[in-house]
Protein backbone atom coordinates (compact mmCIF):
# COMPACT_ATOMS: atom_id res chain seq x y z
CA UNK A 1 0.00 0.00 0.00
CA UNK A 2 1.54 3.06 -1.21
CA UNK A 3 1.67 6.28 1.82
CA UNK A 4 -0.69 9.39 0.96
CA UNK A 5 2.02 11.91 -0.41
CA UNK A 6 2.95 14.96 2.00
CA UNK A 7 3.13 18.12 0.55
CA UNK A 8 6.56 19.93 0.73
CA UNK A 9 6.52 22.37 3.32
CA UNK A 10 7.97 24.90 1.23
CA UNK A 11 5.95 24.97 -1.54
CA UNK A 12 3.01 25.20 0.44
CA UNK A 13 4.59 29.18 2.22
CA UNK A 14 5.89 29.27 -1.28
CA UNK A 15 9.64 29.97 -1.00
CA UNK A 16 11.60 29.90 -3.85
CA UNK A 17 15.21 29.68 -2.04
CA UNK A 18 16.35 28.37 1.47
CA UNK A 19 17.75 30.86 3.75
CA UNK A 20 20.44 29.37 5.55
CA UNK A 21 20.57 32.24 7.99
CA UNK A 22 16.74 31.75 8.60
CA UNK A 23 17.94 28.76 11.90
CA UNK A 24 14.50 28.99 13.48
CA UNK A 25 13.08 27.54 9.72
CA UNK A 26 16.19 25.06 9.44
CA UNK A 27 15.60 23.90 12.39
CA UNK A 28 12.42 22.15 12.26
CA UNK A 29 13.87 20.28 9.25
CA UNK A 30 16.76 18.62 11.91
CA UNK A 31 16.16 15.79 14.30
CA UNK A 32 17.06 15.70 17.59
CA UNK A 33 20.78 14.88 17.30
CA UNK A 34 21.05 17.60 14.52
CA UNK A 35 20.93 15.38 11.31
CA UNK A 36 18.94 16.23 8.34
CA UNK A 37 15.69 14.78 8.63
CA UNK A 38 14.83 12.62 5.42
CA UNK A 39 12.28 13.78 2.92
CA UNK A 40 10.32 11.10 3.31
CA UNK A 41 10.16 11.98 6.74
CA UNK A 42 9.04 15.81 6.36
CA UNK A 43 7.63 16.03 3.00
CA UNK A 44 9.90 18.34 1.34
CA UNK A 45 9.91 17.97 -1.97
CA UNK A 46 13.09 16.99 -3.84
CA UNK A 47 14.44 20.50 -5.15
CA UNK A 48 13.51 21.91 -1.79
CA UNK A 49 15.57 19.02 0.01
CA UNK A 50 19.10 19.74 -2.25
CA UNK A 51 18.66 23.37 -1.33
CA UNK A 52 17.65 22.64 2.69
CA UNK A 53 20.83 20.42 2.51
CA UNK A 54 23.11 23.70 1.21
CA UNK A 55 21.59 25.33 3.73
CA UNK A 56 22.08 22.71 6.44
CA UNK A 57 25.77 23.07 6.06
CA UNK A 58 25.76 26.75 5.51
CA UNK A 59 24.20 27.58 8.81
CA UNK A 60 26.39 24.68 10.49
CA UNK A 61 29.46 26.75 9.31
CA UNK A 62 28.57 29.68 10.58
CA UNK A 63 27.65 28.39 14.03
CA UNK A 64 23.80 28.71 13.79
CA UNK A 65 23.13 25.50 14.08
CA UNK A 66 25.11 22.61 15.67
CA UNK A 67 26.91 19.95 13.77
CA UNK A 68 25.81 17.38 16.72
CA UNK A 69 23.39 18.17 19.70
CA UNK A 70 23.18 16.27 22.77
CA UNK A 71 27.01 15.34 22.65
CA UNK A 72 29.27 15.52 25.74
CA UNK A 73 32.91 15.57 24.71
CA UNK B 1 29.55 42.12 -14.91
CA UNK B 2 29.39 42.55 -11.63
CA UNK B 3 27.30 39.60 -9.36
CA UNK B 4 25.54 40.31 -6.24
CA UNK B 5 27.07 38.53 -3.25
CA UNK B 6 25.76 37.79 0.71
CA UNK B 7 28.55 37.88 3.11
CA UNK B 8 28.54 36.68 6.68
CA UNK B 9 30.85 37.54 9.07
CA UNK B 10 31.65 36.49 12.15
CA UNK B 11 33.76 38.97 14.83
CA UNK B 12 35.20 38.58 17.64
CA UNK B 13 32.86 39.09 20.11
CA UNK B 14 35.33 40.88 22.37
CA UNK B 15 36.54 43.87 19.82
CA UNK B 16 34.45 46.74 20.24
CA UNK B 17 32.15 47.80 18.05
CA UNK B 18 33.62 50.37 16.09
CA UNK B 19 36.87 48.55 15.65
CA UNK B 20 34.41 45.95 14.09
CA UNK B 21 32.80 48.42 11.99
CA UNK B 22 36.22 49.79 10.63
CA UNK B 23 37.18 46.59 10.26
CA UNK B 24 34.24 46.41 7.65
CA UNK B 25 34.75 49.49 6.13
CA UNK B 26 38.08 48.92 5.04
CA UNK B 27 37.32 45.33 3.63
CA UNK B 28 34.57 46.54 1.67
CA UNK B 29 36.59 49.74 0.07
CA UNK B 30 38.83 46.67 -1.21
CA UNK B 31 35.61 45.96 -3.35
CA UNK B 32 34.90 49.46 -4.38
CA UNK B 33 31.44 49.44 -3.55
CA UNK B 34 28.94 51.64 -4.18
CA UNK B 35 26.14 52.50 -1.42
CA UNK B 36 22.89 52.56 -3.26
CA UNK B 37 23.59 48.26 -4.31
CA UNK B 38 25.21 47.84 -1.02
CA UNK B 39 22.80 46.71 2.63
CA UNK B 40 24.72 46.15 5.81
CA UNK B 41 22.66 44.38 8.52
CA UNK B 42 24.25 44.17 12.17
CA UNK B 43 22.91 41.25 14.05
CA UNK B 44 25.30 41.94 16.96
CA UNK B 45 26.68 39.50 19.30
CA UNK B 46 24.96 36.18 19.09
CA UNK B 47 26.05 32.88 21.18
CA UNK B 48 27.20 30.20 18.53
CA UNK B 49 26.11 27.07 18.49
CA UNK B 50 29.33 25.28 19.07
CA UNK B 51 32.21 27.08 20.69
CA UNK B 52 34.40 27.83 18.04
CA UNK B 53 38.39 27.59 19.24
CA UNK B 54 37.58 29.05 22.88
CA UNK B 55 35.29 31.27 21.96
CA UNK B 56 30.98 31.60 22.97
CA UNK B 57 30.07 34.68 21.19
CA UNK B 58 30.51 35.98 17.77
CA UNK B 59 29.93 39.19 16.61
CA UNK B 60 27.43 38.73 13.17
CA UNK B 61 27.27 40.63 10.33
CA UNK B 62 25.06 40.16 6.79
CA UNK B 63 26.23 41.95 3.76
CA UNK B 64 24.92 42.03 0.83
CA UNK B 65 26.62 43.96 -2.28
CA UNK B 66 27.68 43.96 -6.18
CA UNK B 67 31.21 43.58 -6.88
CA UNK B 68 33.21 42.54 -10.01
CA UNK B 69 33.98 39.00 -9.48
CA UNK B 70 38.10 39.63 -10.03
CA UNK B 71 37.71 41.51 -7.04
CA UNK B 72 36.71 39.14 -4.70
CA UNK B 73 40.49 37.23 -4.24
CA UNK B 74 42.07 40.25 -3.00
CA UNK B 75 38.83 40.70 -0.52
CA UNK B 76 39.16 37.43 0.92
CA UNK B 77 42.78 37.66 1.42
CA UNK B 78 42.49 40.07 3.60
CA UNK B 79 39.61 38.67 5.14
CA UNK B 80 41.54 34.99 6.14
CA UNK B 81 44.41 37.27 7.41
CA UNK B 82 42.81 39.42 9.89
CA UNK B 83 42.49 38.20 13.31
CA UNK B 84 39.29 39.88 14.22
CA UNK B 85 37.53 37.76 11.44
CA UNK B 86 36.59 34.08 13.21
CA UNK B 87 34.58 33.03 9.78
CA UNK B 88 33.28 34.52 7.38
CA UNK B 89 30.99 32.96 4.26
CA UNK B 90 30.79 34.58 0.67
CA UNK B 91 27.72 32.96 -1.23
CA UNK B 92 26.05 34.18 -4.25
CA UNK B 93 22.89 36.09 -3.09
CA UNK B 94 19.29 34.73 -3.66
CA UNK B 95 16.32 35.68 -2.76
CA UNK B 96 14.59 36.20 0.68
CA UNK B 97 12.55 33.20 2.51
CA UNK B 98 9.00 34.20 1.66
CA UNK B 99 9.92 35.87 -1.64
CA UNK B 100 7.14 35.75 -4.00
CA UNK B 101 8.00 34.15 -7.27
CA UNK B 102 9.56 37.24 -9.36
CA UNK B 103 9.10 37.16 -13.25
CA UNK B 104 12.96 36.65 -14.06
CA UNK B 105 11.70 32.93 -13.96
CA UNK B 106 14.13 29.78 -14.38
CA UNK B 107 16.67 31.55 -16.53
CA UNK B 108 17.95 33.43 -13.06
CA UNK B 109 20.29 35.83 -13.97
CA UNK B 110 22.50 34.86 -10.58
CA UNK B 111 22.95 31.16 -12.31
CA UNK B 112 26.41 30.10 -12.00
CA UNK B 113 28.24 30.19 -15.33
CA UNK B 114 31.80 29.48 -16.30
CA UNK B 115 32.66 30.08 -12.58
CA UNK B 116 33.93 28.03 -10.00
CA UNK B 117 30.66 27.23 -8.36
CA UNK B 118 30.22 23.35 -8.50
CA UNK B 119 25.92 24.05 -7.31
CA UNK B 120 24.72 21.81 -9.67
CA UNK B 121 21.76 23.64 -11.84
CA UNK B 122 18.67 22.72 -12.49
CA UNK B 123 17.45 20.20 -15.56
Redesign the interface.
Given at each position: MRRPQKSCPFCE???????????R?IGRFLTDTGKILPSRLSGVCA?HQ?QLS?AVK?A????????IRGHQA | MPRTYEAVYIFDSTLEDTAIQEKLARFHELLSLSPETTTVDNWGRRQLAYPIGTRENGYYTVARFEAEPAALPEYERALKLDDGVMRYLITLHEHEVGAPPSAEGEGDEERPRASDDDDDDED
Amino acid sequence: MRRPQKSCPFCESRVRFIDYKDDRTIGRFLTDTGKILPSRLSGVCARHQRQLSTAVKRARYLALIPYIRGHQA
Amino acid sequence: MPRTYEAVYIFDSTLEDTAIQEKLARFHELLSLSPETTTVDNWGRRQLAYPIGTRENGYYTVARFEAEPAALPEYERALKLDDGVMRYLITLHEHEVGAPPSAEGEGDEERPRASDDDDDDED
